[in-house]
């Protein structure tokens, strides 16, 4: 069975840097594209950043410049590097996936199960 793991959310002072992870286990074939969103209580999902298996990516505009998205595509990885941090990033953060087990199946939709950033002083 296919998950992916964020880990790297915590606590964190305003201008403070954090770097999450989400990690693939189980049997991949090939993963497509992957993202980063986050949500806040009360508020719907919202796309942060996204990169395609190509290295095209985008960035929210009240993210850029100061988060950089990356994949590891040997590891099965993906990365959210946050710079600049500030208390309106405070949210839980999910990283959304899209992956294919064998070269037969069709592709899916993975989320993890998310991991909790607080910008706070």
């Not at 002072?13 to 992957?34: H, N, T, V």
């Not at 209580?41 to 942060?48: D, H, I």
């Not at 998205?69 to 099965?76: A, G």
């Amino acid at each position: 069975q296919v998950q992916f793991v964020e880990s790297g959310g915590g606590l964190v002072q305003p201008g403070g840097s954090l770097r999450l992870s989400c990690a693939a286990s189980g049997i991949i074939f090939s993963i497509y594209g992957m993202a980063w969103y986050r949500q806040v209580p009360g508020k719907q999902r919202e796309l942060v950043a996204s990169i395609t298996s190509g290295g095209r990516i985008t960035y929210a505009d009240s993210v850029k410049g100061r988060f950089t998205i990356s994949r590891d595509n040997t590891k099965n990885t993906g990365y959210l590097q946050m710079n600049s941090l500030k208390p309106e990033d405070t949210a839980v953060y999910y990283c959304n996936a899209e992956a294919q087990t064998t070269r037969y199946e069709v592709r899916r939709n993975y989320w993890g199960q998310g991991t909790q950033v607080t910008v706070s002083s």
